[in-house]
């Protein structure tokens, strides 16, 4: 391993941010809180031209929300003294939260934003300021989006390596969205997903509660559904459900491996109305291929726990090319556990931090400290 | 005769966005200027606070109160309240959360 980089995994909580730092992913030191009292529902690590920035959506129950940015890997953070995402005097809407911020894999200066109530924001300026996405702003479905148990949001964005005009949006309850012009329109693209909860019509155009949605390295996608598992291979034009060999279709979060392609990890959950893990037992799902066959890896991972993995309380690293990717978990009640072998084993890493609500980790250049 | 400028208090949680300061002196506003108006005046150097107390559309925080000589503004006119010459205006973060 280079001595000139450094793992950093990045973990928001309900009441602040902290920051796990490792020079070989198995021995971690942690630094915070930064934002005590302060939710941190959103993180990106962007490591895009050499930079080791993290950004952090950051919600004051009574400041408000806010992104915090770090130029030196998470260990100093500002914010800027204008409101980095704010919607436009003529939506009469206020922000929320911050739910997804995610650098777009085309352009090393954008950066895009989910946020609540229901919308996108894109930045030009590597993250500091962003600006409303009229084009999903205005599509005429929104006023029927209606919002999850935990808020209605824009809480997945995925972009597609080579393809700037291409992006997928997830949104509970909403349902997958497509653009094919860089967010200037939007159509729904939920064929094959199933709303079970919905009375008369169980497959929709929209309305669907998509969990999440993981791009393979090939473009192979992955959706955790509200009941329901699924992949695409046509970019999200269409989805099958791949819940069978799963014990239980019910969870919030999906991953894909960053190099491997068919390589899946989802973390189940024992149903919509018994938030734990399977059988108590906190475990990963892993599929090698696309979601065909599945086998439980647990090992390190508690049992007797009756916690949960939250949506993007789940990432992996990219790794070096010639070690194993790197797999995260944190659990509402507080602990994070990592895997250097790609989910065969875990280790916890930290514990005793207030509920997880998102994991990020990456490999970053190494600062020196004063 | 000119008007006494009004004391806008900061809680201790937002004095650091303030350059450590706990209050500012805020001159220049007329007789009938309103909460909304002083703060507009009180944060053209300080835009930071904005983003704190009040959200995009100018309306106050949820759960963050204005006291005007000691009356609850958010119960009141909101950010239409009038602030008299010379007022003692706080802003508090209110006794909420978990």
């Known amino acids: 391993m280079s001595g000139s980089t450094e793992s950093i995994v990045a973990i928001g909580t309900r009441k602040g941010l902290w920051i796990a730092r490792s020079d070989d992913r198995r021995t971690w030191s942690v630094e915070g809180p930064h934002f005590l009292m302060s939710e941190v529902a959103s993180v990106a690590i962007d490591t895009r031209a050499g930079r080791s920035t993290v950004l952090a959506g950051v919600k004051s129950w009574h400041w408000g929300p806010t992104v915090q940015t770090s130029d030196d890997g998470g260990r100093t953070f500002t914010e800027s003294a204008d409101r980095a995402v704010a919607f436009p005097s003529d939506t009469e809407t206020a922000l929320e939260r911050i739910w997804q911020l995610t650098p777009d894999p085309n352009d090393d200066d954008v950066v895009w934003a989910g946020v609540e109530p229901h919308a996108l924001f894109r930045s030009a300026d590597g993250g500091r300021h962003y600006d409303l996405v009229r084009g999903l702003w205005n599509h005429p479905h929104r006023p029927r989006w209606e919002p999850g148990f935990g808020g209605g949001a824009v809480h997945t964005i995925v972009a597609e390596p080579g393809h700037p005009e291409a992006l997928l949006v997830a949104m509970s309850a909403g349902g997958v969205y497509r653009s094919s012009d860089s967010g200037a329109s939007w159509s729904a693209s939920n064929p094959g997903i199933r709303a079970y909860f919905l009375p008369d019509d169980e497959y929709p155009e929209f309305g669907q509660c998509v969990h999440k949605v993981a791009r393979g390295v090939d473009g192979e996608l992955f959706a955790q559904n509200h009941k329901g598992v699924y992949r695409s291979g046509d970019r999200g034009q269409s989805w099958q459900s791949i819940a069978d060999g799963l014990p239980t279709d019910f969870g919030f979060t999906i991953l894909a491996h960053p190099r491997r392609p068919g390589v899946v990890w989802n973390v189940p959950v024992a149903d919509d109305g018994e938030r734990i893990p399977p059988d108590a037992h906190l475990q990963v799902q892993r599929s090698d291929d696309s979601g065909r066959s599945w086998r439980m890896q647990a090992d390190g991972l508690p049992t007797d726990s009756f916690t949960c993995v939250l949506r993007d309380a789940a990432c992996t690293d990219a790794g070096d090319d010639d070690e194993p990717v790197g797999v995260y978990l944190g659990t509402r009640n507080g602990d994070v556990f990592a895997s250097v072998d790609e989910g065969e084993s875990f280790e916890r890493i930290v514990t005793q931090l207030p509920d997880v609500l998102v994991v990020r980790a990456a490999r970053v250049p190494c600062r020196e400290t004063a | ?98």
Do not use: C, W, Y
């Open chain 2, 1 to 98: 005769m000119p008007l006494t400028p009004v004391r806008l208090i900061l809680p201790g949680m937002l004095r650091d966005l303030a350059g450590g300061v706990s209050e500012i002196e805020v001159d220049g506003g007329g007789e009938s200027q309103t909460v909304r108006e002083l703060l507009d005046r009180a944060f053209s150097e300080h835009r930071i606070l904005d983003g704190k107390v009040r959200d995009e559309r100018g309306e106050i925080r949820r759960h963050v109160k204005v006291f005007v000589n000691g009356e609850d503004a958010t119960r009141s006119g909101g950010v239409e309240t009038v602030v008299p010459s010379g007022a003692r205006v706080h802003i508090v973060n209110a006794v909420s959360g978990g």
